[in-house]
Nanobody, 126 residues
Framework: QVQLVESGGGLVQPGESLRLSCAAGDFNSAHYAIGWFRQAPGKEREGVACITKKDGTINYADSLKGRFTISRDNAKNTVDLQMNSLKPEDTALYYC???????????????????WGQGIQVTVSS
């Protein structure tokens, strides 16, 4: 069983930055992807960004390119999401998730993902 634990959430003001981290314990396979998703109240869970462990291929939601950056540290088995210029509409519960991927680009559809963290709250408010 893969354990995914998110950290780094909190309350920030509009325009500020926040960095989320996902620790993927006991998941040492080279062939997987970690994705970040978010779900605002009353809305569907949406893909934010994902990255493959083996070669670091990245996929971003088009609407978030330029503000959010995903990165990985394979030695620590962590994947971070740097969020800049945050807006109130970025307020949501943020999840990291994982699934096995071999050669293709990672997907941002939640149906691909087999393992999920508990989620962490990000609130952007003045």
């Amino acid at each position: 069983q893969v354990q995914l634990v998110e950290s780094g959430g909190g309350l920030v003001q509009p325009g500020e930055s926040l960095r989320l981290s996902c620790a993927a314990g006991d998941f040492n396979s080279a062939h997987y992807a970690i994705g970040w998703f978010r779900q605002a109240p009353g809305k569907e869970r949406e893909g934010v960004a994902c990255i493959t462990k083996k070669d670091g291929t990245i996929n971003y939601a088009d609407s978030l390119k330029g503000r959010f950056t995903i990165s990985r540290d394979n030695a620590k088995n962590t994947v971070d999401l740097q969020m800049n210029s945050l807006k109130p509409e970025d307020t949501a519960l943020y999840y990291c998730a994982a699934y096995r991927v071999f050669f293709e680009r990672c997907a941002l559809q939640k149906s691909y993902y087999d393992y999920w963290g508990q989620g962490i709250q990000v609130t952007v408010s003045s």
